[in-house]
């Protein structure tokens, strides 16, 4: 049986599983502050130092033998560049800690099988890694879909935070992840419908259920549908 809501580890922009003892990190858009600079906008943060230090702190916090670095690893759709030494240092970092490395292709992954090896999904059983853009027509049946994609943020008391997803998908459950790169811009749940969200694994949304990170704890909230009232 594929952790439930209360069971899945949440924390660091990371979604950890026990029972596989794996975590998974999406969206990580590597070159997104290369991309910026170049539209003569300034960057408050090393881009690279931020996603080695994201890195670093989902390994120490679950330990997880297998990483999943779950779409969206690169920005740019012409070509990978220099983010392509990113991509490899970040791949080093999770090998030398010990975790096995998987890298699942996103829409934006146009050229991420020339830096690892990719693939469009991670099937695992009972849980299955997926970028989440669209429905593969391959999608193993499963308990547990991971999927990232739409940057989720939920604010509260007008302070933006990255949240974690949890709702049902058919006959199974799914956990949508928040981008790992902090430069991402975010969507605001508060007051989405399914209909706004681009991922096709987000339906029936007045059913799912946010988990936000607040100063270390993990704040595990009740469906949307009540949770909006608490806002």
């Known amino acids: ?47 690279r130092t931020a996603l080695e230090e994201g890195v670093r702190d989902v390994l120490s916090r679950f330990d997880p033998s297998t990483l999943v670095f779950n779409g969206d690893v690169q920005h740019s759709f012409g070509g990978i560049g220099d983010a392509g030494d990113t991509v490899r240092r970040l791949k080093r970092v999770a090998e030398a800690w010990g975790a096995e490395t998987v890298f699942v292709e996103g829409n934006h992954d146009t050229d991420l099988d020339a830096v690892v090896e990719t693939t469009t999904v991670y099937d695992e059983g009972d849980a299955v890694f997926v970028h989440g853009d669209t429905l593969p027509a391959n999608l193993p049946d499963a308990s547990l879909y991971v999927v990232g994609h739409d940057h989720p943020t939920v604010e509260i008391e007008g302070q933006k935070e990255p949240c974690f997803l949890y709702g049902p998908f058919e006959d199974a459950s799914v956990a949508m992840t928040p ?45 949307i549908r009540e949770f909006r009232r608490m806002l």
Do not use: K
């Open 179 to 223: 981008a790992l790169n902090p430069l991402c811009e975010g969507v605001v749940v508060n007051e989405m419908r399914a209909s706004d969200f681009m991922s096709p694994f987000v339906r029936r949304f007045d059913d799912f259920r946010v988990a936000v990170e607040a100063d270390g704890d993990v704040l595990r909230f009740p469906p």
């Open 1 to 47: 049986m594929t952790d439930s809501f209360e069971e899945l580890g949440f924390g660091a922009r990371a979604v950890y599983l026990p029972e596989s003892d794996t975590a998974a990190v999406s969206d990580l858009h590597v070159g997104l502050a290369d991309a910026v600079r170049r539209q003569g906008a300034s960057i408050p943060v090393d881009e």
